[in-house]
Every structure is written in C-alpha cells, then in structure tokens.
C-alpha cells in the first residue's frame, strides 16, 4: 500500500492497494477524493475536464461538507454582522487540506484546521479530521470535528459522493423511507412517485435507518451506504445528463444553522464523531 503523485498539474495523488483497487485525491481541492476503483471498475463519476477550470465548483468524487449542508435562508450571517454569509455547502470543499499516511492502520488521514479564510464565515478554532481506510469493495470514513474554541460549536456534516451509473431507468433503490421531502420545492413527497422523474432531475432528501442501497442492474453491482445516527440523512439528487447519481449522506437538513433542526452543538474543547462506509457488491 502506498501513496504517490498522479497528477502534478492538478495536485492529484493515489493511494494504492494494488492495481485494481485505488483511490485518488486531490488536497488543495478541498480533500476531495476524485476517483475509486475498486475490483477494476470505476465506482464514482468524476468531471475532469469541469476540474480543471478551477474557476467552477468541483462535479464529482466525493467532496466534503462542512459547517453546513446545503445553504442559509437567510442574507446575512448568522454570526453577526462581522461575518460573510456561508456559501452553499460550506467553505471545506474549496480549501486546502493536509495529509498524512497512517502505516500502522494502512490508511489515509485528511486534516483541516481554522485559518484566516475560514474566520471569515465562522467565528470558532476547529479540526477537522477525516480517516479513510481502503479495503477490498469499501471505503471506510472515520469523522472526527474537534471544537478549540471556549464555546459551544454548532457545525453540520456530510460527504457528496457521485456514483458512476449505466443509465437511470437501471437504477433500483433498496429500503428507502416512504416519503421524502422535494427540496427544490420544499415538500413532502412519496419517494417512489419522485424517484419515477430521476432522469429528469431529483434532489430529495429523505430520513433512513443510517443505510441506503441503490443497484445498478447493468453494471451488476450494489452501493451500500452505511451512515449511523447522527449521520443518517440523506440525499438523493440527479444532473442530468450526466450519467451519475449523488447518494449523500448528512447530518443535518438545509438551513439547520437558522432553525438549530438537528444542529449539533460540539461542547467547549471537546470532539464530535462520525462513522460511514461505502460497500461495494457485484451481483449476477
């Protein structure tokens, strides 16, 4: 197992476990993991050509979602006049990350820590800390957000992962809540009614038992999601044409900042974490 340079004009590197099961990740792109193949086959949907125009958000991999999860009702900020307004999604997914090798847990460890960028939007000292451990057919994530600050931290987290799919009318979702709510639209659904306009564009967020399962039924392979409690939101969204779907795993709704729903408040010098990991099963 090992990490090296992929790409030195984007920053790129690879951690390997052999030639068939890799993944790679681009730190000064906000830690985002761009690429996982796993058994040969690559698993996320990943836009190189829109990467390389650094002027436009990231499509693809699995960007990192941090303080908040989707956008702010509001104008201002939600800190005080001294503060910008946090963007959509938060500011992790557009910074520069470190990184270290961990050998004796043969895994990859993503740091990001407050600086003077950050400041601006959120008032706190913080570290946020991601252990991704690659095995045969998972991705396993250890989540760990340390508050420095000598108050109360509210912060809000999830991953964005984009998964390769054949076509949308292949598609099959296992155990999925009944109703949803229609975010673009703001209400509640049935889930299968909604799922049926998929290929035209969805972006549902519904409340599961911390798993969620989709099948590609030509690719021949299952994703499983594992993402416990407090981690157990998700999200289900689709941009057509691109062939991908977005099975995002959350810990809190839109706006949570604003109306404190499932905000979480990490105490004074004390640590928050999460745990998920991404299976991968091929099925005749």
């Known amino acids: 197992m090992q990490i090296k340079l992929s790409n030195k004009d984007q920053g790129i590197f690879v951690f390997q476990l052999d030639q068939d099961n890799y993944f790679k990740f681009c730190p000064e792109r906000g830690g985002v993991i761009t690429n996982w193949v796993s058994d040969g086959n690559e698993i996320l949907y990943f836009d190189e050509e829109r990467f390389m125009d650094k002027t436009k958000s990231i499509r693809g991999g699995i960007p990192i979602l941090f303080p908040i999860c989707g956008q702010l009702s509001t104008a201002n900020s939600v800190f005080g006049k001294d503060y910008l307004q946090l963007t959509q999604h938060g500011f992790a997914r557009d910074l520069q990350w470190q990184y270290s090798f961990n050998k004796n847990r043969k895994s990859l460890c993503l740091f990001l820590n407050e600086s003077k960028k950050t400041k601006k939007y959120y008032p706190f000292d913080f570290e946020l800390r991601i252990e991704v451990t690659l095995k045969i057919d998972c991705l396993e994530f250890k989540i760990t957000i340390h508050n420095k600050t000598d108050i109360a931290m509210p912060i809000n987290f999830g991953f964005h992962p984009y998964f390769n799919v054949s076509d949308f009318k292949n598609l099959e ?112």
């Open 173 to 284: 979702f296992i155990d999925i809540p009944l109703n949803c709510q229609n975010q673009e639209k703001n209400i509640i659904s049935n889930t299968l009614d909604e799922l049926n306009n998929i290929n035209l564009g969805v972006d549902l967020l519904v409340y599961t038992s911390g798993r969620s399962t989709f099948r590609d039924k030509i690719f021949k392979r299952q994703v499983t999601l594992n993402h416990p409690y407090p981690f157990d939101l998700g999200v289900i969204w689709s941009d057509p044409p691109r062939r991908m779907i977005c099975l995002e795993p959350w810990t809190s709704p839109r706006n949570s900042l604003v109306d404190g729903f499932r905000n979480i408040m990490i105490p004074s010098n004390d640590s928050q974490s999460f745990d998920a990991s991404i299976q991968i099963k091929s099925f005749k």
